[in-house]
């Protein structure tokens, strides 16, 4: 009881305790609301969690002396913008005060009018269920009306500072891929082992396994980050070549062209792409994570070797 009672009376220190609790990575979301007014809210939040499963119940808190607290007490509705790797620049955006943090925000009005935000990793609509006192903070709790699961890898923050989901390196077993683990194909083994077809594809593979999380990482789909790194190189001469040099159906290039025109990273003229200046930084950073990427699985050969090996590839893949 005595040692109770001491724990009691111990005084906790709000920027160490903030710090310790730095050490819990969170994901970042954008919670959104409208009143009956017309007057819209939204701030970036890492306090999101679920609650329960059945009914679906999430909850976050919100500061008792935001400004926006009384549009989120008004609404019957709010949203939860769970946010991709590459939307840091809307985070900053709706974490500041005193500006118009819609003003050239893409978005569209969801269940009780609440803002969903385009391009995050998912978006849950919440009734507003409670509201209960949390010392400084009020605890909201959303029932979930309807969600949105995007796939796009989310935007993590992690003591003070923005990060990204990568798996985790005991999870990559290299050797994954064992043709003969049953005896099978013994026969042909070797033969099967300087077959180009099936080693170009086994090697594909297995570059990618650590290649495709980095740039996942970034909040771009695949088919976006191509895009972007084609019309970034100017290797496609038109609009019509791109499925060609992306490896995707036109209906995909499309679809990744739109959220990137959205983003403000590309435009379109007579059945031409063109990188905006945002797009091209953009591009840029996918070409660092790509040649970083390059460098690190060919560092044991030779330049000569690197050489060669690219030679070929190009030479099979008809590149002149």
């Not at 499309?254 to 379109?268: M, N, Y």
């Not at 007579?270 to 040649?291: E, P, R, S």
Request: aromatic share 8%.
């Amino acid at each position: 009881m005595n040692a109770l009672k001491i724990m009691d009376n111990v005084q906790i220190d709000p920027m160490k305790f903030r710090r310790a609790l730095g050490n819990f990575a969170t994901g970042v979301t954008i919670m959104t609301a409208q009143n009956a007014e017309g007057e819209k809210v939204g701030v970036t939040a890492n306090s999101f969690n679920s609650v329960s499963l059945d009914p679906a119940l999430i909850l976050w808190s919100i500061d008792k002396n935001s400004s926006s607290f009384h549009v989120f007490e008004q609404a019957t509705h709010f949203a939860v913008n769970i946010l991709s790797g590459s939307q840091i620049e809307l985070s900053n955006k709706f974490s500041r005060r005193n500006i118009d943090k819609y003003e050239g925000t893409s978005y569209r009005e969801g269940a009780g009018t609440a803002p969903i935000l385009d391009n995050c990793s998912a978006v849950f609509e919440c009734e507003r269920h409670q509201i209960l006192e949390g010392g400084d903070h009020w605890i909201i709790v959303g029932k979930v009306v309807n969600f949105h699961d995007e796939g796009r890898s989310p935007l993590v923050y992690h003591q003070g500072a923005y990060s990204g989901v990568t798996p985790h390196p005991l999870l990559q077993v290299k050797g994954s891929v064992d043709l003969d683990a049953d005896g099978v194909g013994e026969m042909h083994q070797g033969h099967l082992h300087r077959n180009v077809c099936y080693l170009m594809s086994r090697a594909f593979k297995f570059y990618q396994n650590d290649y495709i999380p980095k740039q996942l990482v970034t909040g771009f789909r695949t088919s976006e980050a191509r895009l972007l790194l084609v019309l970034g190189s100017g290797t496609a001469s038109s609009k019509a070549d791109l499925p060609r040099d992306i490896a995707m159906p036109m209906r995909e290039v499309e679809q990744a062209a739109e959220i990137l025109k959205k983003d403000e990273l590309l435009v379109e003229n007579d059945g031409f792409f063109k990188l905006t200046d945002k797009g091209k930084k953009t591009a840029h950073y996918l070409f660092d994570i790509a040649d970083s990427h390059q460098n690190e699985v060919l560092a044991k050969y030779s330049k000569d070797e690197q050489d060669s090996f690219v030679k070929i590839l190009r030479d099979i893949a008809g590149v002149k």
